[in-house]
């Protein structure tokens, strides 16, 4: 389908579609959206801000039997601020219908949750361990539900969540239709999908091109400076609407948000160790405009949609180089402009050549009192000193020593492999 106008939607549909300002699917939409019409389990391998939620959500909707009492369909995601988002776009959908809805996350009574069970939602959106809590005390009843659906799968899977969602979807139907959707598949988690996926479709988005549209890296070497003052160069030549400092632990993302409130830089923070109260503060603060920077770890990269990001900084490259294009892909989005900005040490090259593997274009800059200059191509001494390597392997290749040695043939040998490297030289620059 090439629009949203094409598929056959109920009317209600079609107008929170046109409200949304919704036109045409993405890329993943249109693959996904006809297999869960049809009820055809499927992976859906895509990146953040790929149209994913939607890809699932409508297809959902569609089929919900508004007459029908009882848990239809289960969507499950790793973290509180995912889930919410989830609920909140499916809430945008169902206005105008009777379908009963609930989120089911942490951090909420969880009595009062149990008490407002007594009747059964037809979708339910929430964290696996809120769901299969609720499923253990028999407050939701999941063995009605033809439909599951499991949202940033690899992300679940390291934040130890697979068990909790094989908890709950034991107890849900043996032909279950089950949608997992996810950046990356990791071998760990075949096991589990093996079990509850019998030949599945697999979508998988090469979407690494969108990923990169709109935005400019920039390397930032880090040199003599600590990586403190470096951070301090850059934040004083950017003026972002919102800032995202990428760090690898929640340890490093404290140290360098004490560090910024020492310099006078007030800076939010998100990391896994806030509790449940901290980050719905720390959230309403972001959405209000309280910060012009975030200190994060990664599971700001994927667990959390913040609009209005203009730059993101990586303070240290991620070990999983996986997140960082779940960093990058914050900013940038529905059409805007965005620059990434990463910090590195020459240690960082071999991760560094493996992210422009990914399709990401570096440019290499240096910044002074809020000055930016471009510095030399960061690959430049390297190409010199293998193509010296490979004009004296084509000189040696000519000159080969005589079968009968004369003296000074060692200095002929030489004069002669020179003559030859000169010419390959000349030769090198004429074609550049």
């Not at 959206?33 to 990146?47: C, D, F, N």
């Not at 009777?98 to 949750?113: E, P, S, V, Y």
């Not at 913040?306 to 529905?334: C, K, M």
């Not at 193509?387 to 290749?397: F, G, H, M, P, Y």
Request: hydrophobic residues 40%; proline residues 5%.
């Amino acid at each position: 389908m090439s629009k949203y106008a094409d598929y056959d939607f109920k009317p209600f549909l079609r107008k929170a579609i046109e409200e949304l300002g919704f036109v045409e699917p993405t890329p993943i939409q249109k693959e996904m959206i006809p297999l869960i019409l049809r009820g055809k389990s499927a992976i859906g391998q895509a990146h953040t801000g790929t149209g994913k939620t939607h890809s699932f959500l409508l297809p959902i909707v569609q089929r919900i039997n508004e007459e029908k009492d009882e848990v239809q369909a289960v969507i499950t995601s790793p973290t509180r601020e995912l889930a919410q988002q989830i609920y909140d776009a499916l809430n945008q959908l169902i206005e105008e219908t009777n379908i009963q809805t609930k989120l089911l996350i942490g951090g909420t009574d969880k009595q009062r949750m149990i008490d407002k069970l007594k009747t059964q939602p037809q979708i339910v959106v929430g964290t696996p361990g809120r769901i299969r809590d609720l499923v253990k005390e028999n407050a939701l009843l999941v063995h009605t539900a033809q439909i599951l659906v499991v949202d940033e799968a690899d992300l679940a899977f390291d934040m130890g969540f697979i068990e909790e969602i094989d908890g709950f979807a034991s107890s849900m139907p043996e032909n279950l239709e089950m949608y997992v959707f996810s950046a990356t598949i990791p071998e760990k988690l075949q096991p589990f999908l093996k079990k509850y996926m019998e030949s599945p479709v697999h979508i998988k988005m090469n979407d690494k091109r969108p990923v990169a549209e709109g935005i400019e890296f920039i390397l930032v070497p880090v040199r003599s400076k600590s990586r403190n003052r470096r951070l301090l160069d850059v934040i004083e030549g950017i003026n972002p609407y919102l800032a995202v400092i990428f760090c690898n632990t929640r340890k490093n993302a404290e140290s360098v948000a004490s560090f910024l409130a020492e310099e006078g830089i007030r800076a939010g923070q998100i990391h896994g160790d806030l509790s449940p109260r901290d980050r719905k503060k720390m959230m309403k603060q972001i959405r209000d405009l309280e910060f012009q920077y975030i200190v994060a770890t990664d599971l700001a990269a994927r667990g959390i949609d913040i609009q209005g990001i203009s730059h993101v900084i990586n303070y240290e490259i991620p070990e999983d180089l996986e997140f960082f294009i779940h960093r990058v892909g914050r900013t940038a989005r529905a059409g805007n402009k965005g620059t990434a900005i990463t910090l590195f040490e020459p240690e960082d090259e071999d991760a560094l050549v493996r992210v422009e593997k990914m399709g990401i274009p570096f440019v290499q800059k240096d910044v002074k009192k809020g000055e930016w200059t471009e510095l030399k191509e960061r690959h430049a001494r390297k190409n010199r000193v293998k193509q010296e390597n490979e004009i004296d392997t084509i000189a040696k290749a000519k000159v080969r020593k005589p079968k009968k040695v004369k003296p000074g043939y060692k200095r002929a040998m030489k004069w002669e492999m020179d003559k030859i490297k000169k010419k390959e030289r000349r030769k090198r620059n004429r074609t550049k």
